[in-house]
């Protein structure tokens, strides 16, 4: 039981945008059905490693969630989807603009069968607009919202982010926002509608901080020109053996601490200043200094009472036995519908009343196709027929 529990949802996406979005409801205890193409191959099944017939990261994108398997372009596929959404009310589709049109399952379609359908579409560019029908991915999103060009150091080459900051930041979060806060509508009206989802606007928007220097200043954003960006001492610096930390410590507190730990307190003076001659000699001081030391000898100075903001670059395979990692239950084992358990990421927010719901990892398209389609209303010789069409592949 989840703090979504009740809430029923037809999930068509494929890839990472809409699938973590739909996995956060499925967490959060929705029930998830995804909708899924026989024939189509869903990339992120074969992303390695593998774990069984299915992919480490599919298997987590799609936890929890019941797979139908369904070729939308016969006909009887939507007199499914119609009986369906008789139930579940919300929908999320990551298409391009006038797909699910032409299939005839598009918006306007299914809200006449079923008028307070919530209907989720994502896409990079959005429903409108002069890019509406391009394909993109994690990084034209972020080189067209100008975020790429200050996110390098200068004179060099914007740097690929390791995580898909568009995908998820710019798409799958503002997914659940936007279903939940259309959820909340309905109850207090009865009202369904449809929520235009793009990953260009919604990563645009994060360039709160330096976008609004622009419009109300007109000072164009640069590499490492800002206080966030390279442009002051918050920044990662190389130690002795080549490993990394970030220093993050802006304000004149963590300052203060910094400058204690770096043996230097009157550098206070430099990293405080407003000048940029002064961060910048305050920041190679501090360069000097991490490369002075190895990563371990780092680690001890810094122990567990330090409060600067100045924390080690893990790998990832030293996050994982992190105490704070730990401490918050980050990594969590999964049931396989094959028996065992496979270890996965854990749903980031607490609840006080409330348990995340974990009730399986992904599983091979069309596992519940008769479970799903029997719920409905379906009999084993209906079913039967429709097989023999080939619609379920």
């Given at each position: 039981?989840?703090?979504?529990?009740?809430?029923?949802?037809?999930d068509?996406?494929?890839?990472?945008?809409?699938?973590?979005?739909?996995m956060?409801?499925?967490?959060?205890g929705?029930?998830?059905?995804?909708?899924?193409?026989?024939?189509?191959?869903?990339?992120?099944?074969?992303?390695?490693?593998?774990?069984?017939?299915?992919?480490?990261?599919?298997?987590?994108?799609?936890?929890?969630?019941?797979?139908?398997?369904?070729?939308?372009k016969?006909?009887?596929?939507?007199?499914?989807?119609?009986?369906?959404?008789?139930?579940?009310?919300?929908?999320?589709?990551?298409?391009?603009?006038?797909?699910?049109?032409?299939?005839?399952?598009?918006?306007?379609?299914?809200?006449?069968?079923?008028?307070?359908?919530?209907y989720?579409?994502?896409?990079?560019?959005?429903?409108?607009?002069?890019?509406?029908?391009?394909?993109?991915?994690?990084?034209?999103?972020?080189?067209?919202?100008?975020?790429?060009?200050?996110?390098?150091?200068k004179?060099?080459?914007?740097?690929?982010?390791?995580?898909?900051?568009?995908?998820?930041?710019?798409g799958?979060?503002?997914?659940?926002i936007?279903?939940?806060?259309?959820?909340?509508?309905?109850?207090?009206?009865?009202?369904?509608?449809?929520?235009?989802?793009?990953?260009?606007?919604?990563?645009?928007?994060?360039?709160?901080?330096?976008?609004?220097?622009?419009?109300?200043g007109?000072?164009?954003p640069?590499?490492?020109?800002?206080?966030?960006?390279?442009?002051?001492?918050?920044?990662?610096?190389?130690t002795?053996?080549?490993?990394?930390?970030?220093?993050?410590?802006?304000?004149?507190?963590?300052?203060?601490?910094?400058?204690?730990?770096?043996?230097?307190?009157?550098?206070?003076?430099?990293?405080?200043?407003?000048?940029?001659?002064?961060?910048?000699?305050?920041?190679?001081?501090?360069?000097?200094?991490?490369?002075?030391?190895?990563?371990?000898?780092?680690?001890?100075?810094?122990?567990?009472?330090?409060?600067?903001c100045?924390?080690?670059?893990?790998?990832?395979?030293?996050?994982?036995?992190?105490?704070?990692?730990?401490?918050?239950?980050?990594?969590?084992?999964?049931?396989?519908?094959?028996?065992?358990?496979?270890?996965?990421?854990?749903?980031?927010?607490?609840?006080?009343?409330q348990?995340?719901?974990?009730?399986?990892?992904?599983?091979?398209?069309?596992?519940?196709?008769?479970?799903?389609?029997?719920?409905?209303?379906?009999?084993?010789?209906k079913?039967?027929?429709?097989?023999?069409?080939?619609?379920?592949?």
């Amino acid at each position: 039981m989840g703090v979504l529990n009740g809430l029923k949802v037809l999930d068509f996406t494929t890839l990472l945008p809409g699938p973590f979005g739909s996995m956060m409801l499925a967490d959060m205890g929705a029930d998830v059905v995804k909708v899924e193409s026989p024939n189509r191959e869903d990339l992120s099944k074969y992303i390695p490693p593998m774990i069984g017939e299915v992919s480490a990261v599919y298997a987590q994108l799609n936890r929890s969630k019941k797979s139908l398997a369904l070729d939308l372009k016969q006909d009887e596929a939507r007199e499914i989807i119609f009986k369906l959404i008789e139930e579940y009310d919300i929908i999320i589709e990551q298409f391009r603009p006038g797909v699910m049109d032409r299939l005839g399952i598009g918006y306007e379609t299914l809200k006449e069968v079923n008028p307070s359908i919530i209907y989720c579409s994502l896409t990079g560019y959005g429903q409108t607009g002069p890019l509406r029908n391009k394909a993109g991915h994690d990084i034209n999103y972020l080189a067209l919202s100008g975020a790429a060009s200050y996110s390098s150091r200068k004179n060099q080459a914007p740097v690929p982010a390791g995580i898909p900051v568009a995908d998820i930041g710019g798409g799958s979060m503002p997914v659940v926002i936007g279903i939940l806060a259309a959820v909340y509508h309905r109850t207090q009206t009865g009202e369904g509608q449809h929520i235009d989802v793009s990953m260009m606007d919604n990563i645009y928007a994060y360039n709160a901080l330096s976008g609004s220097g622009y419009l109300a200043g007109g000072e164009d954003p640069e590499a490492e020109s800002l206080l966030l960006n390279g442009g002051t001492f918050y920044d990662y610096y190389e130690t002795k053996d080549g490993r990394y930390f970030s220093v993050g410590g802006v304000e004149p507190k963590f300052q203060k601490e910094l400058c204690a730990l770096l043996g230097e307190p009157a550098l206070l003076s430099l990293s405080g200043s407003t000048k940029t001659e002064d961060q910048l000699q305050f920041k190679e001081k501090v360069k000097s200094a991490f490369k002075e030391k190895t990563f371990d000898e780092w680690l001890v100075l810094l122990g567990d009472d330090f409060d600067g903001c100045v924390e080690p670059v893990l790998k990832f395979s030293e996050t994982v036995n992190h105490p704070q990692i730990k401490a918050r239950e980050m990594i969590v084992p999964v049931a396989k519908l094959d028996g065992g358990t496979q270890d996965q990421i854990a749903f980031p927010i607490k609840f006080s009343n409330q348990s995340a719901s974990y009730r399986f990892a992904g599983v091979q398209t069309g596992t519940h196709t008769n479970e799903v389609l029997k719920n409905a209303g379906w009999n084993d010789e209906k079913i039967a027929e429709l097989t023999k069409k080939g619609l379920f592949g």
